[in-house]
């Protein structure tokens, strides 16, 4: 490898080998147990893609297990307990350990292909993330064979799940597992959203992004607001079990309905959340498969955007027969059909870039046209339902187990695999030679329509979902019997999919070069991809998805683009202006590292001694992992000054350390944003409570101390306060640590005087709603506190060792951010807590 120390070394034409050679060195991932040490974008969206068709296939044969217990009425192959943990875990698989990480592990590998970047923002959470999720699954997976299981359901609603119905730790390896693997699903959201905005090739604006990247970005940002109430409703739910707090039991003033609340506030957008990744894969494909652009470029945009505002808005299409007031059923009812409209520009949109092109009948428009009518149908089920007097009849019957199957696995299915061919080239540098292929597709078209179609018709006769077994009565006998014979028909066609793509690994013809004429970055690049992706980057005049590959292609690996040269060992990138793409700061990757693996395994360790009731040494373990993130802290950046630096094409800039918004502030203001959406979610949940729930107002009066109340406020002001003004002294070349020892000792106080508000709640806890509410809020301004000390302890820590300064501020920037917002929601949790009595009072006023 050749060095090249802060200057502009933009190799002569003819060096393409030479520069791949010294590239590689830099970027590539080490052999053998390296391998876990892995932080490549590439190699971590391989993974997650290979785990998820894992538990695919383990999710598949629970599936049909279930459908062998349905083939015949009065049926023993299965008892009830065993029945409901096989349900449970085939519907949690194919949800949150299948369906989200592999559209997460599609936009890891695809998103900086298609946006011109060398990879994510952030390798290293990337590879956290993933193994947070094979962890949490791991466990979710092992307790089906040590037949302690979920078996709740994959919803798990209240009380069913309460400490009452579920008296083991089922229950818990559900909101244990669950959460964890949650943590891997925000992380990626961040991640994408962040390298999205900020990572794209350089004059690649926002009305020049792909397609694809909008339905990522999307997605991601719809993440980021959807999973926090699932987590906020796993974590209460969890402290009901396991300390007996009262959130969903009415005898003591919670409500089950408040379960089902958090619960759909997640559940409902994650229905797009799921469709909207393989909306962008067929809007990726219908165009080069016809021929011609996307027709309504701008349109469908409009729609992603429009379907992702009004999914959170229609929860409560879910809960029609819980009670709710006629005027509230009216309101979601006509949201949940008004939803179907950006949905059907974007379907108009690709059957008008079929209509215009001249489609080539390949396996990818088998699919993609399998896809149409699965999804139709769904759609089409899912305004049926949106129909109030028309779900109160098929409610809780397998009509909606049709429904689900259809919006949910239809649209992931047929897209997905559609993709698996087209992608295949570009993943293994292999064009699939299709023998398999086509009576593959036969065999999953048409035993999911007979699986699930005959499934409307039976819940149309009656069928309760979720039932073990069932009378012979004769019409639902004839039809659960097809149904199950579809079901092993569609499973046939998957497994000769996998046999057919394994194939294609080993028998496949090599290709260099894209082999569908297409339009996009990822094509324009050696096939399979090198693991820097493209030698240099590329400057976009125009939109992204209408770029001449063939021309494009050898200029960047001649390294005529952008940061066409390898400097210091560096894993160099380029971050952009949010909307316009205008390049604005050099960014240095970090290289492979064993932490994110040290730090799940920490985190894992804490789930697990959760799970087995063990809470000090929980403790411990997770201030095990808090330390290895501030380690982590330790090691990130550069440890001097580097001023301007050249990039190629005549440009010079900053290094992203020494710039006041690197990825690192964009990714904590979203991460703001999901915590946020968490809190807002906790409030919601007591202002619920209060409104709604049964035995209100409690017998004990609720009586917080107002000195101690405003002392913490008072804390948490002077906290915000010095926090700017130890940044004030940094970046103005004095010393800030004892201003930085004055804030943390201000947190300490504001910490410390929670724990003391906490325990003289009233009433307890245990005994009553209010005081569990009372207590979640100040726990959670009291857990952000302690937070905001680990930034002040890593800002401290990195000043002493060299890596912070005056232009190197970013430290303590971001611990200002998180303390001025532990302040904000400190000081409205607080207040919340502070006026309980009143709201009791007029609680206890009303007739």
């Not at 520009?345 to 896809?371: D, E, S």
């Not at 018709?457 to 039809?479: K, Q």
């Not at 693991?531 to 998805?545: M, V």
Request: charged residues 10%; hydrophobic residues 55%.
């Amino acid at each position: 490898m050749t060095d090249v120390i802060d200057q502009d070394t933009t190799p002569p034409a003819g060096t393409a080998l030479r520069l791949h050679r010294q590239l590689s060195e830099i970027w590539a991932t080490g052999p053998g147990f390296q391998r876990l040490a892995a932080v490549n974008h590439s190699v971590l969206g391989i993974r997650f893609m290979v785990t998820a068709l894992a538990f695919f296939a383990i999710g598949g044969v629970l599936g049909m297990l279930t459908r062998v217990q349905l083939a015949t009425p009065m049926s023993a192959f299965m008892d009830a307990g065993t029945y409901n943990q096989v349900f449970t875990m085939h519907g949690s698989i194919m949800l949150f350990l299948f369906a989200i990480p592999m559209l997460e592990g599609i936009a890891v590998y695809l998103t900086p292909k298609m946006l011109g970047t060398r990879d994510f923002a952030f390798p290293r959470l990337t590879a956290y993330g993933y193994w947070c999720y094979l962890f949490g699954g791991t466990i979710l997976t092992v307790s089906l064979v040590a037949g302690v299981a979920p078996d709740g359901g994959w919803f798990m609603y209240t009380p069913l799940s309460s400490n009452v119905y579920t008296p083991g730790i089922n229950a818990d390896v559900w909101l244990l597992g669950v959460t964890f693997v949650e943590i891997s699903a925000l992380t990626l959201a961040v991640e994408i959203t962040v390298s999205t905005l900020t990572m794209r090739a350089p004059g690649m604006s926002l009305d020049r992004m792909p397609v694809f990247g909008w339905y990522m970005l999307v997605t991601a940002l719809m993440m980021i607001l959807a999973f926090p109430p699932l987590i906020l409703g796993s974590i209460l739910l969890e402290s009901e079990r396991a300390f007996g707090f009262a959130f969903f039991d009415p005898t003591r003033g919670g409500d089950p309905l408040l379960w089902q609340h958090l619960f759909w506030l997640f559940g409902h957008p994650d229905v797009y959340i799921i469709f909207l990744p393989m909306a962008g894969l067929l809007s990726t494909m219908i165009p080069v498969l016809s021929g011609v652009p996307l027709a309504g470029y701008r349109a469908v945009v409009v729609a992603i955007i429009g379907l992702a505002f009004m999914s959170f808005g229609i929860w409560v299409h879910h809960m029609f027969t819980v009670g709710i007031p006629h005027l509230a059923l009216a309101f979601f009812s006509a949201g949940s059909a008004i939803v179907a409209v950006p949905t059907a520009v974007q379907l108009f949109a690709w059957l008008a870039t079929l209509a215009h092109g001249r489609p080539r009948w390949n396996v990818p428009m088998l699919y993609i046209f399998g896809f149409f009518s699965t999804f139709v149908i769904g759609g089409l089920t899912g305004v049926m339902l949106a129909i109030v007097p028309f779900d109160w009849q098929a409610h809780d019957t397998y009509f909606v187990v049709a429904h689900f199957h259809y919006v949910i696995a239809g649209a992931i299915a047929f897209p997905l695999i559609a993709g698996l061919y087209y992608w295949l080239p570009l993943l293994t540098g292999r064009v699939a030679v299709y023998r398999l292929s086509v009576p593959a597709f036969w065999l999953i078209y048409v035993g999911f329509n007979m699986t699930f179609f005959l499934m409307h018709l039976v819940g149309l006769l009656g069928m309760p979902r979720r039932i073990n077994t069932y009378p012979a009565f004769e019409s639902w006998t004839f039809l659960n019997l097809l149904s199950s014979v579809g079901g092993f028909v569609m499973t046939i066609g998957f497994a000769l999919v996998a046999v057919d793509l394994i194939a294609q690994l080993r028998y496949g013809r090599r290709i260099r070069r894209d082999p569908w004429q297409a339009a996009t970055l990822e094509w324009a690049m050696p096939i399979p991809p090198a693991p820097y992706a493209f030698a240099s980057l590329p400057h976009i005049e125009a939109r992204a998805d209408r770029i001449d590959v063939g021309a494009l292609a050898p200029q960047l690996a001649r390294g005529e683009g952008y940061l066409g040269f390898a400097r210091n060992g560096w894993q160099e990138t380029l971050g952009v202006h949010m909307t316009s793409g205008e390049p604005e700061q050099l960014i240095v990757l970090p290289r492979p590292t064993f932490l994110p693996l040290w730090t799940a395994i920490a985190t894992a360790s804490a789930v697990l001694t959760m799970l087995a009731k063990l809470y000090p040494l929980t403790l411990v373990m997770a201030v095990v992992t808090a330390g290895l993130f501030v380690f982590a802290g330790l090691t990130a950046g550069l440890a001097r000054d580097h001023g301007v630096l050249p990039v190629g094409r005549g440009l010079s800039l900053p290094v992203h350390t020494e710039c006041a918004r690197p990825p690192a502030w964009w990714a904590l203001v979203f991460t703001l944003v999901a915590d946020g959406t968490l809190f807002t979610s906790l409030v919601f949940g007591l202002l619920f409570l209060w409104v709604a729930a049964p035995n209100w107002p409690p017998a004990a009066v609720p009586d917080t101390s107002l000195a101690l109340a405003l002392g913490c406020i008072l804390a948490l002001a002077a906290a915000a306060l010095l926090a700017r003004r130890a940044l004030g002294r940094l970046v103005g070349g004095e010393a800030p640590q004892r201003i930085m020892a004055l804030t943390a000792l201000a947190l300490l106080a504001s910490i410390i005087i929670a724990v003391l508000l906490i325990r003289d709640i009233v009433p307890h806890p245990a005994e009553h709603a209010l005081g569990a509410t009372a207590a979640a809020l100040l726990t959670f301004m009291a857990i952000h506190a302690g937070i905001g000390l680990l930034f002040l302890l890593t800002a401290a820590l990195r000043f002493a060792s060299g890596r912070a300064g005056p232009t190197r501020a970013i430290d303590l920037r971001l611990a200002r951010l998180w303390i001025d917002y532990t302040a904000i929601t400190g000081v409205l949790a607080i207040g919340l807590v502070l006026a309980l009595p009143a709201l009791v009072t007029m609680l206890g006023m009303r007739p």
